[in-house]
């Protein structure tokens, strides 16, 4: 096949370059190179998976171009069997500071690959999130428990499903303009019949991931144990995720793309069985290295969720598709690249 990876000098969209690569495919890398520039903050050189791919694979071209240039989006989609989405603006915190940028890549962006695949008629991967639920998710009761919070209702014992609503509250801009996105992707199936598949992403992590404050919370608490820096913690470090290893991720998209599903919408996560809080991470990450991170708490953040879990049943029954690596396995695989690349971060 021809892959199409926009976003693929980014963590997930390495992988998946990666992945197609390593089985002989023609894989094309489309990316800007922004993170940083958007973030306004790193921990490494952006442009390490660029290079990284570019180095180990004959078979993976590399384009410098933007999503939201239509015709540069057009020009690298030609004749793409499949397109796998996943160049975004990827921070809550920098959609407050900037929504306009935050909605041009996000939903024009989206708009724009979109309208490439149509064309080519491509097949099309999204990677959507689980902030598309919004402040809803937090009118689950939840209890406290000594290192985390859990959903109290036991309807929700599974996680958040697909059909959970995602009306009548707040979001904050990044989850508005990634939803803007993952509706637009599942039009594009009922109304044009691309084969779309949108996956509403939890916490993804895994090697090669440089993860700063405001996004990449697992990988930015491994890279700063190891390298002395602080880590803040804003509220009570009792938040509960459901974490996904990359490689388990790059499997579903495989998946939905080998199948004959047409159009799907799949909550993407570790489920209920691969949950951690901050606090439950920081516990771990001090039996693993032996180093006590230096950790400050400091006020909840804007649209937090205290618990958020995918409910990833639906995955599993029509995807025949499970979570392979377990949160332990995937933090101890992060901490040996991390710690093998350690001149990457320097310092602080």
């Not at 442009?47 to 071209?61: A, D, F, K």
């Not at 940028?101 to 491509?122: C, H, K, M, P, Y």
């Not at 919370?217 to 459901?242: E, N």
Request: aromatic content about 12%; hydrophobic content about 35%.
């Amino acid at each position: 096949m021809r892959i199409l990876v926009t976003g693929g000098a980014g963590f997930v969209g390495s992988h998946v370059a990666e992945y197609y690569a390593k089985r002989r495919n023609e894989v094309m890398l489309f990316d800007n190179v922004s993170r940083v520039e958007i973030l306004g903050k790193s921990v490494a050189d952006p442009l390490y998976n660029w290079n990284y791919l570019s180095n180990n694979y004959g078979n993976i071209r590399l384009v410098k171009g933007d999503v939201r240039n239509f015709e540069e989006v057009k020009a690298a989609s030609k004749d793409a069997d499949a397109i796998v989405h996943t160049a975004g603006q990827v921070a809550v915190t920098t959609s407050l500071r900037d929504p306009r940028t935050d909605f041009e890549i996000n939903a024009l962006g989206t708009f724009n690959v979109l309208e490439a695949a149509r064309l080519n008629d491509s097949a099309f991967v999204f990677c959507s999130t689980n902030k598309v639920y919004g402040e809803n998710v937090n009118m689950i009761p939840v209890k406290e428990e000594e290192r985390c919070y859990r959903f109290s209702d036991e309807k929700y014992a599974n996680g958040i499903p697909e059909t959970f609503p995602v009306d009548l509250c707040g979001h904050s801009p990044y989850g508005c303009s990634k939803f803007a996105g993952d509706i637009y992707s599942q039009d594009y199936a009922h109304t044009y019949g691309l084969k779309s598949g949108v996956f509403r992403m939890s916490c993804i992590y895994g090697e090669r991931q440089f993860g700063v404050e405001d996004q990449g919370w697992l990988s930015w608490f491994v890279i700063a144990t190891l390298t002395d820096r602080p880590i803040t913690i804003y509220g009570d470090g009792k938040q509960v995720r459901d974490v996904l290893y990359v490689g388990d991720l790059v499997e579903a998209f495989d998946m939905f793309l080998d199948s004959n599903l047409k159009s799907e919408v799949f909550n993407m996560g570790g489920g209920p069985k691969n949950t951690l809080s901050l606090l439950n991470l920081l516990d771990m990450l001090r039996e693993l290295t032996g180093k006590n991170p230096r950790v400050t708490f400091s006020d909840w953040r804007r649209a937090d969720q205290k618990v958020y879990i995918s409910d990833i049943s639906k995955a599993k029954r029509v995807l025949n598709w499970e979570p392979k690596v377990d949160p332990r396995e995937g933090v101890e695989g992060l901490i040996k690249w991390v710690s093998q690349n350690i001149g990457l971060f320097g310092k602080k």
